[in-house]
């Protein structure tokens, strides 16, 4: 299982917020690019940047301090926010992202979605599923709808998607642990899915439970800026956990 450690951004700096609440967000540096090399110094592979400000306004806000981290970095970057239109969307693979997530373009326009999967193919788009009482929620959880995730989730995979990210906006910053049960159910049901937990991670035993349920990763934040579990830990448990050629 791939450890992924977070990068959300907000007004240039690297902050977090409690359940999607842009009201109770707390900023951790003013350089998001140190946090990114501090990842990658301590062995990490993989980062997942959310651009907070552009899921808000629906376009790309903080593009700068992406490709800041993308050049100065050899993290295996996925991004997410605001990616609404396919110039956005080119946008961030030029600025040197492996992975774009879309989740509000899948929601409003799945036409979109599934256009852009036959452009870009199923390797460089992840799936972003976001819900909260098991409905999805978009354009930066400000917006509910009546979707059921689980459908949600098997139309997109059915159509051609590989790739899932899947927050329990409820557990998000929480550091309640992550929903387990609601990841189980979605292999369950998706045995081809690539599945990766988002929200409530505290620590290694919850990497534990996520690995033994099958994720392909876990997207760890609030437990490393809080100290409960330190990037050199997550390396270890990385090298622990890797599978033999």
């Known amino acids: ?3 992924i450690p ?6 240039g700096q690297c902050v977090r917020l409690t359940q999607g609440d842009y009201g109770k967000k707390t900023v951790y540096s003013q350089n998001p690019m140190e946090v990114a090399a501090d990842f ?3 062995g990490l592979e993989y980062l997942h940047v959310v651009d907070l400000d552009g899921a808000k306004q629906r376009r790309i806000v903080n593009l700068k301090a992406l490709e800041q981290i993308t050049g100065g970095t050899e993290l295996k970057v996925d991004f997410g926010g605001g ?4 110039e956005d969307l080119e946008a961030a693979f030029r600025a040197g992202v492996r ?3 879309i989740g509000s373009i899948a929601v409003k326009s799945p036409q979109t979605a599934l256009d852009w999967l036959g452009v870009f193919g199923p390797e460089r788009l992840i ?3 976001d819900a909260r009482d098991g409905k999805i929620a978009s354009s930066g959880w400000t917006e509910s709808s009546s979707q059921e995730i689980g459908e949600f989730v098997s139309a997109f995979l059915k159509a051609g998607f590989r790739y899932v990210v899947c927050t329990d906006i409820g557990r998000d910053g929480m550091l309640s642990g992550p929903a387990v049960d ?4 979605l292999i369950k049901q998706n045995p081809e899915i690539k599945l990766v937990a988002s929200g409530g991670i505290r620590g290694l035993d919850d990497l534990d439970v996520l690995a033994e349920a099958g994720l392909d990763g876990a997207i760890v934040g609030k437990a490393i800026y809080e100290g409960h579990v330190s990037t050199a830990e997550l390396s270890a448990w990385v090298s622990k956990n890797r599978r033999p050629c």
């Open 1 to 3: 299982m791939r450890i």
């Open 6 to 11: 977070a990068i959300d951004i907000s007004e």
């Open 40 to 42: 990658e110094q301590s």
């Open 83 to 86: 990616i609404q239109t396919k």
């Open 99 to 101: 992975q774009v997530t």
């Open 127 to 129: 799936l972003g599923a």
């Open 182 to 185: 609601l990841y189980r159910d």
